[in-house]
């Protein structure tokens, strides 16, 4: 099996976690000094490493108690990179419907995901899963 190959079933045991809320599976899918990004400024924008996603991982399925669902639209593999184009959907702890589009960039190192690269729209995050509560504003 190729890297390509083998990097691209990671990435769809990863999202398989997510969509059965296994926090220790999502975890795990990590090296010890990896590391997911989120983008934006919102209020769950940054770095975040391990500890911090081991910290928080169950969170997310708490905001979603019926569960959050995400579905791949379109991989690419080079090398230890995989981009991901996928969507999500769910019904928020507020009630209301969220929807997101996504693109990740997964980048492997021995099968374990070092860096995790998430782009979204970051209005859609705002307004649902932060209650429409912003960052401070930095000059």
């Not at 083998?6 to 010890?32: C, H, P, Q, T, W």
């Not at 997310?60 to 999500?88: H, N, Q, Y």
């Not at 702890?93 to 998430?118: A, I, P």
Request: net charge negative; proline share 2%.
């Amino acid at each position: 099996m190729s890297n390509e190959s083998r990097n691209k079933a990671l990435v769809e045991r990863f999202f398989a976690a997510m969509n059965a809320g296994d926090s220790a599976a999502i975890v795990n899918a990590y090296a010890e000094d990896g590391a997911v990004w989120t983008s934006g400024r919102t209020l769950i924008s940054g770095t975040f490493s391990k500890a911090q996603i081991r910290e928080a991982s169950g969170r997310i399925f708490e905001a979603f108690p019926k569960g959050i669902s995400f579905r791949i639209l379109a991989m690419t593999a080079e090398g230890e990179r995989v981009a991901v184009e996928a969507e999500s959907q769910g019904e928020h702890l507020s009630g209301k419907l969220y929807t997101n589009q996504y693109h990740f960039l997964f980048e492997f190192r021995d099968g374990l995901v070092v860096c995790l690269k998430e782009y979204m729209d970051t209005e859609r995050v705002t307004d649902i899963l932060c209650s429409g509560h912003r960052p401070p504003a930095v000059d």
